[in-house]
């Protein structure tokens, strides 16, 4: 029996049919659930990985992908668990499409933005040279995900943020009509502000955003 087949039966012995209903309502129908909740399932994944440490840290990336390629959601929320925990020391420089695709595979602003955040933004921090070439490419993609995270990766950079990068992805996604980019662009900038607070009221009141972006973005910095 494979990692992933065992994981499943293993979420499956302590599912909640009913959880499984309103988790499925809260992320708007666009996911089937077992009904696991997070605390139990990072339980359940954490077992596991103890029983077969040597089969995953060989192969956590090629399990990450075929969790991600299951049916339910508790599955690819490990895949990016199993992903984070055993990447974090040995991010590959290769690692770039492995993410791309992890980004583009059964998305949504849940995993969306864990992978933005702890996947490309750490591996970003490993192998700086390519940020630029990166984030443009996913900046000008068709895939509004990779805008998203093109616009959030830096979240938790504080003050080793690159403003001007991120200056420069909010001002070409200003005129956006996509809900979760307005809301990324106000979202990024608002945790900028926590350390430069009077760098983002100058941007965002002399830049031309959506309503929402601008509220978003200042809604911890003006009272």
Known sequence: MNFCNELTIALRQIASPEDAISMRAYMKENFYYLGVKTEARRHVLKELIAIHVDEVKSNYRTITLELFQQPYRELHQCGIDLLLQFSKKDWQESDNVLLEKLL????????????????????????????????????????????????????????KTDFDLLKAECLKHSQSNEFFIQKAIGWALREYGAVNPNGVIEFVNTASFKPLSRKEALRKLIK
Request: overall charge positive; glycine content about 6%; aromatic content about 16%.
């Open 104 to 159: 583009l595979t059964n998305s949504w602003w849940d995993s969306v933005d864990t992978l933005a955040k702890y996947g490309v933004g750490a591996y970003l921090v490993k192998f700086p040279e390519k940020k630029h070439s990166l984030i443009e490419n996913f900046s000008n993609s068709d895939s509004m995900w990779l805008q998203r995270t093109a616009i959030i990766f830096q979240l938790g950079y504080k003050s």
